[in-house]
């Protein structure tokens, strides 16, 4: 992970921590383009040598994390800021009033899209961590429940509705809380899309079952160099038969069945052959 020191913070004493604000960096430009590869670094270097009094300890984009801060360091990105861990996903997740052109307010099928939600799943993924090491309960708060201190996860609107210290709405009315609690959790969100995470169970499944499969039904090979990329620009694919459009999350899985089926069918005829062979003796 990349590491860009923010310029400002208020000390080395954040922990224990017991909330983590999720925020989106509302650059005002627009989807996809506030997600795309390179802001997460541009949001970093921002921090790094603003006069304001602005950072925070993470900042995802659909390619990179850039971490900011060190967890011990109190960061300013959602007043109060003691005992807490601020996580930026690049985009513009906020009510329509918060951009000069409202429709740059992203909307939750935006969100949602391959285009955005790389982002959202590395920021989930960091929070899963995040949770594990410091004890965060992965619970989405209410802002009644942030203000009585309760620990878990919230967004940056429900700490400015809770202690008013900041007028942030962030990551926004439409910001897919369900998909991204399933998602800290490592549950499957069904989004109907490959996941960095479908991915990533397909690679392992594959490798650890190569040394299984039979000569007879070929062997099954992934490029982790390429998979993901071919997978980002892939959304649906055909039937070569019916002509019918699967998602690539179905279609892949499909022929991971298939290949396990033929398998299994290999095994159970070779199992059968002493006793064909004692028959025709």
């Not at 970093?44 to 984009?61: I, L, M, P």
């Not at 690049?90 to 740059?104: I, K, L, N, R, V």
Request: one cysteine or more; charged letters at 20%; a neutral charge.
């Amino acid at each position: 992970m990349t590491f860009i020191q923010a310029r400002h913070h208020g000390g080395n004493s954040n922990t224990p921590v017991t909330r983590l604000v999720i925020h989106a960096t509302c650059p005002d430009v627009g989807y996809p383009s506030a997600s795309k590869a390179g802001r997460a670094v541009s949001t970093a270097e921002y921090f790094a040598s603003t006069s304001r009094s602005a950072s925070a300890h993470y900042v995802c984009d659909v390619s990179a994390t850039v971490q900011c801060l060190s967890e011990e360091a109190i960061g300013y990105h959602a007043p109060p800021n003691s005992h807490s861990i601020g996580i930026e996903i690049c985009a513009d997740g906020g009510s329509h009033a918060s951009f000069e052109t409202a429709s740059h307010a992203y909307t939750r099928e935006q969100w949602l899209s391959p285009q955005v939600w790389p982002a959202v799943e590395r920021a989930a993924i960091l929070a899963r961590d995040i949770c594990h090491r410091h004890h965060i309960p992965v619970r989405k708060l209410t802002t009644a429940q942030v203000k009585s201190g309760m620990s878990g996860i919230c967004g940056h609107d429900n700490v400015s509705d809770a202690f008013r210290q900041s007028d942030h709405d962030d990551p926004g009315p439409y910001f897919p809380w369900n998909e991204f609690i399933a998602a800290v959790q490592g549950k499957t969100t069904n989004k109907g899309e490959l996941s960095m995470s479908d991915v990533n169970t397909l690679t392992k499944l594959i490798k650890a079952s190569n040394d299984q499969l039979h000569h007879d039904i070929g062997v099954v090979q992934t490029q982790n160099g390429t998979l993901k990329s071919k997978i980002d620009n892939l959304s649906w694919v055909k039937n070569p038969v019916t002509g019918k459009k699967w998602s690539t999350k179905d279609a892949l899985w499909s022929v991971w069945y298939y290949v396990l089926e033929c398998r299994n069918r290999i095994q159970a005829i070779e199992n059968r052959l002493p006793e064909v062979e004692k028959k025709v003796k």
